[in-house]
């Protein structure tokens, strides 16, 4: 129809409203033709009043991938926004990504050991209003781990350790650390990749 | 202790008898320093009296990783070998990489709307000598696919279709092939990662 993909049916692009290149390039290789228009949006003030009224974080994480999506769509009417966002809990306490090494350290230090929650959410937009939404879960077993294996695991993976919530990266090196996962890999990539597929086919944008 | 990598403490790279670069990859990609050495089995032939005796898919994937592992091992004394297999079942019936792409489609119309189950299998071993093994198993569900969207998805994918046992690559355009995963993305891959960093860990050629 559009010569971009015979599976993707839209006349433009998906516009992903996130920073993200894995998101990005998990949605390019799955075939969806996809722009990237990074969200300019306070994400700690969206989240402060959820966090403060003790929101779950599967709603935190809706919220926000909410405002990326509405914050882009105005921008651009008439074109189909996909906004994303993943928080992390461990026993109901919300972790950042670390700006340092050795915040990672204390991050991951306090993640090992116990099984943290994943929560990946999306929201398709079109002409500023949300269109669909949809969260996924996965749970995570880190390994214990000693400070000494923090330490030579944070050496061998450098500042791509900052790049992810945890401070790690599962794909990567970041496998070493942990005991079990559940949940499947896209959601803790941070897109809950089959549920936008089954959204994007209802918009009929996606070949069914 | 050797420079290759501060968390891998053997002496030499891991020997891994599978010319699958999809594990070749995910290994190097977790800090796991490998040589690649292809084994020279006729797998038809070592999996015929399993199959034959109606041996669970899970016992021929880990037959066949011994296999692969036992035929390098032979080879390279004192080395440590990695043997790893994956077989696909579906209600019972074994399926095999296809060959063509009119077998891949036949193959993905057979799977579609159904459950299918993965199972990867290791083995190490050294000297000849089975160390230890393992075998985790996945299960992914094909939403209900028309003739015509298969036909797309194919064109789409290319002879890629045909380097996978089931007709797809999750990590790429076959994702949208999918109405449920479970299980790791790692199993699914072809390689029980987590297990075998147990297994090295226990061997002492991985740090704790």
């Known amino acids: 129809m559009t010569g971009m ?4 049916l839209a006349a433009s692009p998906l516009l992903l409203a996130s920073g993200s290149a894995t998101r990005r390039d998990m949605l390019a290789a799955a075939g969806i033709p ?3 228009v990074k969200p300019q949006i306070d994400e700690r003030a969206v989240e402060a009043p959820l966090l403060a009224a003790g929101s779950p974080s599967d709603a935190v994480a809706a919220a926000l991938a909410c405002a990326k999506a509405l914050a882009v769509s105005q921008d651009h009417p008439g074109r189909l926004v996909l906004g994303a966002d993943q928080t992390l809990t461990c026993d109901g306490e919300a972790f950042h990504k670390p700006a340092t090494l ?5 991050q991951i230090a306090a993640l090992a050991g116990r ?15 949300p269109l669909v939404e949809g ?9 214990p781990l000693s ?25 990567g090196l970041g496998a070493q650390l942990f005991d079990r996962i559940e949940g499947d890999h896209f959601t803790i990539l941070g897109l809950p990749l089959l549920a936008v597929f089954v ?5 009929d944008v996606l070949a069914r």
Chains 1, 2 share one sequence.
């Open 5 to 8: 993909s015979p599976l993707w």
């Open 34 to 36: 996809v722009e990237v």
């Open 102 to 106: 050795a915040q990672a350290a204390d």
């Open 115 to 129: 099984t943290h929650e994943l929560h990946s959410a999306f929201v398709l937009a079109r002409d500023g209003a």
């Open 135 to 143: 969260v996924a879960i996965a749970r995570l077993t880190m390994r």
């Open 147 to 171: 400070a000494d294996i923090i330490a030579r695991y944070l050496d061998c993976a450098g500042p791509a350790a900052l790049s992810s919530v945890g401070g790690y990266q599962i794909e």
């Open 199 to 203: 959204a994007l086919r209802d918009l």
